[in-house]
């Protein structure tokens, strides 16, 4: 697996959902559910400021009380966002997915935000590899193939 992450990028599309810091919570969750999508990038002026998930919403929303109608997703999102770049390879993407107990890595390129790859991305990528090497295998073994 030692693709570049420009491959899923080419294959699933480059959109990324936003929303500015000012926004609610109530508006980044709506956001959130209209693309269907566990995390969104909270980007101020061009830059990227921070992620707001799923698991952010459990936290330190719903766990700690606040009013989604009434609070910035400032307030709560996750600063520091961990990043990578196009160039980095699957399996290392994996690792970070692993080690850093993430589901959700903005791709940046020379400083500009050009895509978002979440774990099922990674997912989907696998279990499509591993179908057609399985199905390559099998023509190999009946005959419908060539060494």
């Given at each position: 697996m030692n693709a570049p992450i420009t491959a899923i990028l080419e294959r699933k599309?480059?959109?990324?959902f936003s929303v500015p810091p000012a926004s609610t919570i109530a508006d980044a969750v709506a956001e959130m559910n209209r693309h269907?999508?566990?995390a969104i990038l909270v980007i101020d002026e061009g830059r990227l400021v921070g992620i707001f998930t799923?698991?952010?919403?459990?936290?330190?929303?719903?766990?700690?009380?606040?009013d989604a109608s009434r609070t910035s997703v400032a307030d709560v999102m996750t600063t520091g966002v961990i990043t990578i770049t196009p160039d980095?390879?699957?399996e290392e993407t994996m690792v970070l997915f692993t080690e850093k107990r993430c589901r959700h890595l903005p791709v940046i390129d020379g400083g500009k935000l050009v895509g978002a790859i979440s774990i099922g991305d990674i997912t989907r990528w696998m279990a499509d590899?591993?179908?057609?090497?399985?199905?390559?295998?099998?023509?190999?073994?009946?005959?419908?193939?060539?060494?």
């Open positions: 599309g480059k959109n990324v269907r999508v566990g799923e698991r952010d919403v459990l936290r330190r929303v719903v766990g700690a009380g606040v980095a390879s699957i590899a591993h179908r057609a090497e399985a199905e390559h295998l099998k023509n190999y073994i009946t005959g419908g193939l060539s060494a």
